[in-house]
């Protein structure tokens, strides 16, 4: 069921974020760690500009474990 609702929360309004983040919970989140999963799920949170600007490298996400998140996201 969390699986289910992590993946609606993927579907987002550009096609790229759709595909990168839903490739993301399905391979990774499973066995990520609490803090990687918790970080990911602040990110589902953002609006979409938002997220591709971290993504783009256009601003710097807050805090270290988001940041990690999004290095990680950045070399899929």
Do not use: V
């Not at 609702?5 to 595909?19: F, P, V």
């Not at 979409?48 to 990680?72: C, H, M, S, T, V």
């Amino acid at each position: 069921m969390r699986q289910r609702r992590l993946l609606w929360h993927c579907r987002r309004g550009m096609k790229e974020l759709d595909e990168l983040l839903s490739r993301f919970a399905k391979e990774h989140y499973p066995s990520a760690s609490r803090p990687q999963q918790q970080a990911f799920e602040t990110l589902l949170s953002l609006p979409d500009p938002q997220i591709a600007a971290y993504l783009l490298g256009q601003e710097a996400p807050p805090g270290e474990e988001l940041a990690a998140l999004i290095r990680n996201l950045s070399r899929q």
